[in-house]
């Protein structure tokens, strides 16, 4: 029969042996044939729930025995212990409901004599087993070493019996489960009902009032109970009050925090707290399946307003142990007595393994920290001590935790004489009732009441209060002392530190709301295109907090709990909010109305945090509720009583529902504004829940307890690989969105922006992806990282190919992962700073004149990757090299060829893996390999800018001018190389040398480099048209394109110059881009190459060109700082800024004879320079505005420092120099105009020249003023040797 309202419990269940069916063995919990009879596990059953069905929570009986007797049926005989044990569990559908249950399990003696002969013929054959050799040699668990009872040194000959049971000698006991399902998590509540019923079973005498009467009531007589409310409940030879929270208060948590502290150290309770808020594998283990109930309902509470939205499996029955493959997060918590052997099976890169009876916890790697955290964690300490601190204070019962649990509290009062017999209680009730009904407006107030239906008559309060005062009598308990227990006090210390926790959420999200982005006019609208909309704005959020805080925050908004919070905030435009998201806002107004400061972030007590510990010790104290008290049942409710035998139940009483129960309903909702929803309510209620259940079964999938077949079994593998891919498909789609940027946009993917963090947020989200996927299926782990574990085994299986087939060419890479010597030949460097050449190729045979290079083509494999990964000392972990392995192959853009390549090997893969394992599924298989590809059309720079400190090879090809001589030089030429991470001291280019390798620590993305030589020999001069760079790890090539001499005499008598890098795009292969080498352009570095037949740029181009640069710089400045990059191209490289002033510069000059000459543009700054020194000397006869001669004194002393520099520097990389730090120090557009005015730009340009020209001059202004409001750092390079 359905109910038709909601009660406080939905099921009372008995479970146990099934005698009809006898000893079934428990298949699912594995092999235990090894064992005793009397210690293996047996399949219970459920023999009777009551009622039948709950409307909107039928009864999943497989799920219930499971999780009431999750290591199945035990036996045991008067020799061990039978204490009975209780236990909660939480059952989780799949559209993510939960079910709370209370268990309490206890051992009952079995009669039945046909169980009892079973057990000793199963006995019999065990001993049989035992004495049979040839089974010890088959089954080797059943030899001595391997029995459970025999110490590791007994001698061969003497046989582990285990537990012995005789039928003659022994009595068997069997367990069985009294249980409560419930959707309110009333845990203390429901274990003393349990409790007080086992304890009515073992008394010799039967109870006053049978215990059906006390199941019916409680199943079907006791409502709900509201929010903010306390009720008592009438339990055998006991009154117990239970509270609920009010809707504005934090939601209900049942479990003792202090036992929570108790088990673990700060530290340690801080790192499950940031695994569980990140979203990775939790795994739990304890002897006790209380304190995994407690650990993770505690640590779940810890992170409110946020809800978990993956598998919640708090205690794992040992049937499903299989689901520790799942390679999705989750929670599950194992039962066990030794964790070692299991932790070093389960062990994973992204686990968080829990031993709750030791306290230790092994964090995943790299875990970050949250945010002020060691505040956080000084709060936390502080709490603790005020507790102990009260302990000292008061007086009374103090438990060995060293926490006080007395402190909140004074005596114990009386809030009611327990002294007289039965009918003076019922007299004095009855006769204080009738006086107040004499009362006038009391009658008005009765009338009013009885009109609504919140009651019938006087004769319900009558019953009700009197009924309760004669069981309190009865039982002589006092009311005060119930109300006022350790429970209570537990609830209000849960507050005080679920308040510290509350106080940081707050801090760090209490401006969320400005960064969610609001597009849709409608719910249904939002709805349909949720999957396509960016709901918050992520890159604003992160802006807004501390750099050091971004670790944690930048995964934390990737995470589902973090999405679906965001999401029930927009929902609540429409509907009314979230129960968690409600409370949350509230807390959040009231903490920014308490705090003056906002960025203040030490913890204070707030009015509502006070609050709320008080509410918690009214309700104790004056009780709202008093649910009515079993009566005696007609109709054979009563049951026999048998001292240690949990009666039989009448199914006839227990399911059927009192009368009534309908206008009880209305007036319960009526009393307490428990208002139904409307149709409209309901219809965007259950379209809210459709979504949310969509957006679970997209993002996990909940184990099915009730399921438990191979098809079934199947199906959640499928339904966990169908997660997979789809999570893989969501984290390459955003990967890509994130680095197209502005292409994105034109795309339709919304505007997005990415920073350094995001990005390694994204990749290292990705490779926690790709160890998931590698470990789900595997025959055995082998270390933390399954994906490191597979490359080894990879590269092992390659090398014994290789020692069986000799023939195999030697030049194959080579498989030693271990060898030092790099691929190329070159030597490993001692230092992370030292540099020198290590290879040496073409020689130049001065008979036959210069060789060019060439450049060889680097190995495209799994091994040459795998190798150099290998080679990096700063990496210690196998996590660490499967992580460097796949930041690797992503910058070169071969990770899914890699992993392709990985899996080809069909029989490694065979071994490694089982049957149902993803990586063995060939459709799924080839869609995570097709959305991986999907990466390579964006450019990532992820190894290079992780590892900083890593020993980088350089490969470094110098192309010179054949012609005219200007290959061969005698000068001893050096060159160094620039990049984001830093540059190398000078390093010697030998004689008749063209190609060199080197070794430093990573220089990161190669920016400039600077050439040059000694000016030596008979024939210095040295014509060098431009050098490649190539990464030998990663692969990436940059060609530094020059086409000038160097050399005294020659062009602009530079002996060093100054080249910028061009990166080679990868779609260019190696022998494309050496043919381009061998014909080169004719470009430039820094300024035109000095041929009269160029022709010149008009002065539309030349604004155009500089314009457009400016306009380049303002972009580059504009991102943020970290995105930002290398600048030096901009300012230096081919169509630079500097490239743009070098045509301004040049146009107009009066003669082309000025090029014949060889005068150049900074020729025209000394003159500048001599005048405008002249002028500043000659203070007698020129008076100059402070303004103006401000200008001129800075113009004349960078001018003159850049004089002072190298003599090595030609004169257009002066003139380069003399640009970025006039640039740099927002002086240049001073100096322009300064210079425009001076006798020496009149006679040396024409009046239509930029110098000369108002407008032209002007226009210069305007557009190099619009780089002031930047702050423009330049690389030492650019200005190196120049000191100022």
């Known amino acids: 029969?359905?109910?038709?309202?909601?009660?406080?419990?939905?099921?009372?269940?008995?479970?146990?042996?099934?005698?009809?069916?006898?000893?079934?063995?428990?298949?699912?919990?594995?092999?235990?044939?090894?064992?005793?009879?009397?210690?293996?596990?047996?399949?219970?059953?459920?023999?009777?729930?009551?009622?039948?069905?709950?409307?909107?929570?039928?009864?999943?009986?497989?799920?219930?025995?499971?999780?009431?007797?999750?290591?199945?049926?035990?036996?045991?005989?008067?020799?061990?212990?039978?204490?009975?044990?209780?236990?909660?569990?939480?059952?989780?559908?799949?559209?993510?409901?939960?079910?709370?249950?209370?268990?309490?399990?206890?051992?009952?003696?079995?009669?039945?004599?046909?169980?009892?002969?079973?057990?000793?013929?199963?006995?019999?054959?065990?001993?049989?087993?035992?004495?049979?050799?040839?089974?010890?040699?088959?089954?080797?668990?059943?030899?001595?070493?391997?029995?459970?009872?025999?110490?590791?040194?007994?001698?061969?000959?003497?046989?582990?019996?285990?537990?012995?049971?005789?039928?003659?000698?022994?009595?068997?006991?069997?367990?069985?489960?009294?249980?409560?399902?419930?959707?309110?998590?009333?845990?203390?509540?429901?274990?003393?009902?349990?409790?007080?019923?086992?304890?009515?079973?073992?008394?010799?005498?039967?109870?006053?009032?049978?215990?059906?009467?006390?199941?019916?009531?409680?199943?079907?007589?006791?409502?709900?109970?509201?929010?903010?409310?306390?009720?008592?409940?009438?339990?055998?030879?006991?009154?117990?009050?239970?509270?609920?929270?009010?809707?504005?208060?934090?939601?209900?948590?049942?479990?003792?925090?202090?036992?929570?502290?108790?088990?673990?150290?700060?530290?340690?309770?801080?790192?499950?707290?940031?695994?569980?808020?990140?979203?990775?594998?939790?795994?739990?283990?304890?002897?006790?399946?209380?304190?995994?109930?407690?650990?993770?309902?505690?640590?779940?509470?810890?992170?409110?307003?946020?809800?978990?939205?993956?598998?919640?499996?708090?205690?794992?029955?040992?049937?499903?142990?299989?689901?520790?493959?799942?390679?999705?997060?989750?929670?599950?918590?194992?039962?066990?007595?030794?964790?070692?052997?299991?932790?070093?099976?389960?062990?994973?890169?992204?686990?968080?393994?829990?031993?709750?009876?030791?306290?230790?916890?092994?964090?995943?790697?790299?875990?970050?920290?949250?945010?002020?955290?060691?505040?956080?964690?000084?709060?936390?300490?502080?709490?603790?001590?005020?507790?102990?601190?009260?302990?000292?204070?008061?007086?009374?019962?103090?438990?060995?935790?060293?926490?006080?649990?007395?402190?909140?509290?004074?005596?114990?009062?009386?809030?009611?004489?327990?002294?007289?017999?039965?009918?003076?209680?019922?007299?004095?009730?009855?006769?204080?009732?009738e006086m107040l009904q004499q009362n006038e407006a009391l009658s008005r107030v009765m009338a009013l009441s009885q009109k609504s239906g919140v009651i019938s008559s006087l004769d319900d309060i009558r019953e009700s209060l009197s009924d309760a005062a004669i069981l309190a009598h009865r039982s002589g308990v006092s009311v005060a002392r119930t109300l006022l227990d350790e429970h209570v006090k537990d609830l209000m210390f849960n507050s005080c530190i679920r308040e510290i926790f509350l106080h940081y959420f707050l801090q760090v999200f209490g401006s969320y709301e400005e960064f969610i982005i609001g597009t849709a006019q409608d719910m249904e609208s939002w709805i349909n295109n949720r999957e396509t909309m960016q709901n918050f704005d992520k890159t604003a959020f992160l802006s807004d907090h501390a750099e050091e805080h971004l670790h944690f925050l930048s995964p934390f908004t990737e995470t589902q709990m973090f999405a679906c919070f965001i999401d029930n905030k927009i929902l609540s435009q429409w509907e009314d909010p979230d129960a968690n998201l409600a409370v949350f806002e509230g807390r959040l107004k009231l903490f920014q109305d308490d705090q003056t400061d906002q960025r203040l972030r030490k913890f204070f007590r707030t009015a509502a945090a006070k609050e709320a510990e008080s509410v918690i010790e009214k309700r104790a104290t004056i009780v709202d509720i008093t649910a009515t008290s079993p009566k005696t049942l007609d109709d054979g409710g009563s049951c026999c009583h048998r001292p240690g035998f949990f009666p039989v139940m009448s199914s006839a009483v227990l399911n059927r529902e009192p009368a009534g129960n309908r206008a009880r309903s209305a007036q319960w909702r009526i009393k307490y504004g428990l208002a139904t929803r409307g149709s409209e309510q309901k219809q965007k209620f259950e379209q809210r829940e459709k979504y949310i259940q969509e957006i679970r079964s997209k993002t996990s999938h909940q184990p099915n307890l009730s399921d438990m077949n191979l098809k079934a079994m199947v199906n959640t593998n499928l339904k966990f690989m169908e997660t997979l891919l789809k999570e893989c498909k969501a984290k390459t789609k955003r990967m890509l969105v994130q680095k197209m940027g502005q292409e994105a946009v034109d795309l339709g993917h919304g505007e997005v922006t990415v920073i350094g963090v995001e990005e390694n947020t994204l990749i290292a989200s990705l490779c926690d992806l790709l160890e998931r996927i590698w470990s789900h299926g595997l025959q055995q782990k082998q270390g933390k990282s399954a994906l490191w574990s597979h490359l080894v085994s990879y590269n092992n299986d390659h090398a014994l190919k290789n020692q069986e087939n000799q023939s195999l060419d030697q030049s194959h890479i080579s498989t030693d992962l271990t060898s030092s010597v790099a691929l190329d030949g070159s030597c490993p460097c001692p230092s992370g700073t030292q540099t020198w050449p290590i290879r040496r190729q073409h020689r130049r045979k001065p008979s036959r004149g210069p060789e060019l290079p060439a450049l060889d083509v680097l190995p495209v494999s799994v091994l040459f990757d795998m190798r150099n990964v290998q080679q990096m000392t700063e990496i210690k972990t196998d996590v660490g090299y499967a992580r460097a392995f796949v930041r690797l192959s992503l910058e070169k853009k071969l990770l899914s060829r890699h992993l392709k390549e990985l899996l080809s090997n069909q029989e490694l893969l065979r071994s490694l893996y089982k049957r149902y394992a993803f990586l063995r599924c060939e459709d799924e298989r080839e869609q995570f390999l097709y959305h991986l590809l999907s990466l390579n059309a964006v450019d990532y720079n992820c190894f290079t800018n992780t590892f900083t400190t890593t020993v980088i090879v350089y490969r470094i090809l110098v192309f010179p001018r054949l012609k005219l001589s200007g290959g061969a030089t005698t000068a001893n030429c050096w060159l160094s190389l620039a990049g984001q991470l830093g540059e190398t001291d000078k390093l010697p280019l030998p004689k008749h040398t063209l190609d060199i390798t080197v070794q430093n620590k990573n220089l990161g993305i190669l920016t400039t480099m600077r050439i040059g030589h000694d000016n030596g020999g008979i024939s210095p001069k040295w014509m060098v048209e431009h050098v490649l760079v190539r990464n030998e790890v990663t692969g990436q090539t940059y060609r530094f394109p020059c086409g000038r001499w160097l050399g005294k005499g020659a062009d602009d008598g530079a002996l060093e110059r100054l080249l910028v890098a061009e990166p080679v795009p990868p779609s260019v292969d190696a022998n494309e881009l050496m043919e381009k080498c061998r014909t080169p352009p004719r470009c430039r570095s820094p300024s035109v190459p000095r041929r009269s037949n160029e022709p010149r740029l008009p002065v539309s181009e030349i604004q155009e060109k500089l314009s457009d640069v400016v306009n380049h710089l303002v972009k580059h400045f504009c991102k943020p700082e970290k995105e930002r990059g290398s600048a030096t191209g901009l300012l230096c490289g081919e169509y630079g800024l500097v490239y743009c002033m070098e045509h301004v510069f040049q146009y107009g000059f009066k003669s082309s004879r000025l090029f014949r000459n060889r005068v150049f543009i900074w020729d025209f700054l000394e003159k500048v320079l001599f005048y405008l020194e002249t002028l500043l000397s000659d203070t007698e006869h020129y008076q100059i505005a402070q303004e103006i001669s401000t200008t001129m004194k800075s113009y004349c002393y960078v001018v003159s420092c850049i004089n002072q520099a190298s003599e090595s520097l030609g004169k257009d990389g002066r003139f380069q120099i003399f640009i970025c730090i006039g640039i740099r120090d927002r002086l240049l557009q001073r100096w322009i105009k300064l210079i425009s005015k001076t006798p020496i730009t009149a006679s040396m340009y024409e009046e239509q020249s930029f110098l000369r020209d108002p407008s032209l001059v002007q226009f210069l202004i305007q557009i190099l003023d619009s780089l002031k409001e930047f702050q423009i750092s330049l690389e030492a390079s650019l200005i190196k040797g120049v000191n100022l």
């Open 1 to 433: 029969m359905s109910q038709i309202y909601q009660k406080l419990v939905d099921y009372f269940a008995i479970s146990g042996l099934n005698i009809s069916s006898g000893f079934e063995p428990d298949q699912l919990s594995g092999d235990n044939l090894h064992c005793s009879p009397l210690e293996r596990s047996y399949k219970p059953r459920i023999l009777a729930h009551f009622p039948d069905n709950v409307l909107g929570n039928p009864f999943d009986a497989e799920a219930v025995c499971m999780l009431c007797h999750p290591r199945g049926l035990n036996f045991r005989t008067q020799r061990d212990s039978r204490e009975p044990k209780f236990h909660s569990f939480l059952i989780t559908k799949e559209d993510g409901m939960r079910s709370y249950g209370a268990a309490l399990t206890m051992y009952e003696e079995i009669e039945n004599k046909e169980i009892c002969v079973a057990m000793q013929t199963l006995q019999a054959m065990h001993m049989a087993e035992l004495s049979n050799t040839q089974s010890r040699t088959l089954y080797p668990h059943l030899s001595p070493a391997h029995s459970h009872g025999s110490p590791q040194h007994k001698s061969p000959d003497k046989i582990s019996t285990g537990k012995m049971y005789d039928q003659k000698r022994d009595t068997l006991y069997g367990t069985k489960c009294i249980s409560i399902i419930s959707r309110l998590p009333l845990i203390s509540t429901f274990e003393q009902f349990l409790q007080s019923l086992y304890d009515v079973v073992l008394e010799q005498d039967p109870p006053a009032l049978a215990l059906t009467s006390y199941i019916y009531s409680i199943i079907h007589e006791v409502p709900v109970l509201p929010p903010g409310r306390s009720m008592r409940l009438a339990f055998p030879n006991q009154l117990v009050v239970c509270q609920r929270p009010g809707i504005t208060e934090l939601p209900l948590l049942d479990y003792s925090m202090r036992d929570l502290f108790l088990l673990f150290n700060l530290d340690n309770i801080l790192a499950i707290f940031c695994s569980v808020l990140l979203e990775r594998q939790v795994l739990l283990f304890s002897r006790e399946f209380q304190r995994l109930m407690l650990i993770s309902e505690g640590i779940s509470a810890l992170i409110f307003p946020f809800h978990w939205q993956h598998v919640y499996v708090p205690i794992l029955p040992a049937s499903l142990i299989h689901f520790l493959d799942a390679p999705v997060p989750f929670i599950m918590g194992l039962q066990g007595t030794d964790s070692k052997p299991l932790f070093e099976a389960c062990s994973k890169a992204n686990l968080c393994l829990v031993d709750i009876d030791s306290g230790a916890v092994e964090s995943p790697d790299d875990l970050p920290a949250f945010p002020y955290m060691s505040e956080l964690k000084q709060d936390l300490l502080q709490e603790l001590q005020r507790q102990s601190s009260l302990k000292d204070d008061r007086s009374g019962h103090q438990r060995d935790s060293g926490f006080v649990r007395d402190s909140y509290f004074g005596s114990d009062s009386a809030i009611g004489s327990t002294e007289g017999s039965t009918s003076s209680l019922r007299w004095s009730i009855s006769d204080k009732l």
